[in-house]
């Protein structure tokens, strides 16, 4: 579990028990939704606005269409009376003729600019309207994020299992989150891991690498449950050796091994130490006498 929200740190209301047993669906984190419930009510009200600016906008533009083409028409109108009118008057007067011509062309340069408004008019409510929806395709994007924060508010467990919460460091020192607390975007809250899949992690000298081989068997004694004992195998063993600067000078290079357990314990939590018994032979009917003897 981690947080998931994208902006400020956010406030834990509640949160899990470290060792907690949970089933599917219970509560594991829940944060503090005041903010983001305002903000998902302001991003509704702006995609409000915002769409009933559009059809706003769009009756507008078609009122404003209907005129430029009412005027291109009576403009187109005039030009064709005026034509008429230029035919007749030349054949009665020279001087009328003329200014029928005149007439004529005041008539075409209008209806020019008729045309002219008419697709300036066109050109302006489409860019007009294309603003106006990409305002609204921000708006419907910031509803549906704020939607998918307010969701994950409150985080669940997939899976039933042992909670365990992860140590991280904030406040002056390393330690679990709990409630009150503020966690940034992308901090590590809880881990809820699977008992099937838990493995132990060892180290192996390069000088005992050659003895070892998957599926050998092994014994494990775990510090915090001292009460059994645990057996398993090796399921894996890397191919390259590292070296180990937690082992002190000089610095060994060691290989690690994975071992898998053949049995679960519910008090089994990740981190736990523990000491591994690698089985490499067996002599059976041997007399074995301790070195005290």
Known sequence: ASVAHPGVPLLILKIAADGAKVKPGDMIVEFDKTKTEQDLAQFRSTLKYSTADIDQTRAQSRITEEQDLTAVSKARFDLESAKLDAGKQEIVSKIEGEEAKLKVRNAE??????????????????????????????????????ETALSKMTLKAPAAGMVSLVPV?????????????????????????????????????????????????????????????????????????????????????????????????????PGMTAQVTVIVDRVRDALAIPVQA
């Not at 020019?112 to 921000?138: H, M």
């Open 109 to 146: 340069q209008t209806l020019r600019e008729a045309e002219q408004k008419l697709n300036s008019d066109r050109a302006a409510a489409k860019a007009s309207i294309q603003g106006k929806v990409e305002t609204s395709r921000k708006a419907a994007f910031d509803v549906q994020r704020a």
């Open 169 to 269: 460091w904030h406040g002056g020192n390393v330690s679990p989150f709990k409630p009150g607390d503020r966690a940034w975007p992308g901090t590590p809250l809880a881990e809820l891991p699977d008992p099937g899949s838990i493995r132990v992690t060892a180290h192996v000298d390069e000088t005992e690498r050659g003895r070892l081989a998957p599926k050998q068997p092994v014994t494990v004694h775990l510090d915090a449950i001292p009460d059994r004992q645990f057996t398993g195998r090796i399921e894996d063993i890397s191919a390259l050796a590292t070296e180990d600067f937690s082992a002190g000078w000089p610095v060994p290079r060691d290989f690690d091994v994975r071992i898998v357990l053949d049995d679960s314990d519910p008090r089994l939590k």
